[in-house]
């Protein structure tokens, strides 16, 4: 189990890597033959998740974080088997709710980074006609207006929007996790002393 278990580790890095060098612009054939390799040991398990429509948002493709949650799933397992843990139903429904509260909250704050990054570059950019602002623009508005349209009805300024809905993106972070820790760790004392 313990050697299972540093194979799934091993290769939940290699597709981390995998993700990092899918941003990152292929400039030299060195990188590009590096990103090819790397592309045909992970696609396999990949594409099993990229046709989930609903992990898609726009052009962002969040299907790695549920192929890296599955593969993190079977590494908490093997490694509790390897040191002959018994692991009760509680523990891993406690795991994997924890696990995708995490992945949920960092896509929030992700969301939020983007959208502080826009707002510097309303700022700071002396040509707002880029394609590249243009197609950010066009992605993150739907977000930001549906977000907005919770709380208010009223038109509000996208940069102000941008700023509002990014300040409420973080505190969903950092104060959903928060809570969610003290939540879990309730219901675990809860079931302790039943």
């Not at 993700?19 to 612009?25: D, G, K, T, V, Y």
């Not at 398990?45 to 890296?68: T, V």
């Not at 996208?158 to 700023?163: C, H, I, K, V």
Request: charged content about 10%.
């Amino acid at each position: 189990m313990r050697i299972l278990s540093t194979v799934l580790s091993v290769y939940s890095f290699i597709i981390f890597l995998s993700i990092l060098l899918s941003w990152i612009p292929s400039r030299s054939s060195r990188l590009m033959r590096i990103k090819l390799y790397i592309n045909q040991i992970t696609n396999p398990y990949l594409n099993i998740f990229r046709g989930i429509q609903w992990l898609r948002i726009g052009n962002l493709d969040l299907s790695p974080l549920l192929a890296l949650l599955i593969l993190y799933f079977g590494i908490y397992i093997t490694d509790n088997m390897a040191s002959l843990e018994l692991l009760s139903g509680w523990d891993l429904l406690f795991w994997l709710v924890w696990r995708i509260w995490i992945i949920v909250t960092g896509v929030f704050l992700l969301f939020a980074i983007i959208m502080l990054f826009r707002l510097l570059m309303l700022y700071v950019s002396r040509r707002p006609s880029l394609t590249f602002l243009s197609n950010l623009d066009s992605f993150l508005f739907p977000v930001v207006s549906r977000t907005l349209g919770l709380f208010t009805n009223r038109t509000i300024p996208y940069p102000w929007a941008l700023g509002i809905v990014a300040g409420a993106f973080i505190a969903v972070r950092f104060l959903g996790r928060w809570g969610m820790a003290l939540l879990l760790e309730f219901l675990r004392n809860l079931l302790n002393s039943l």
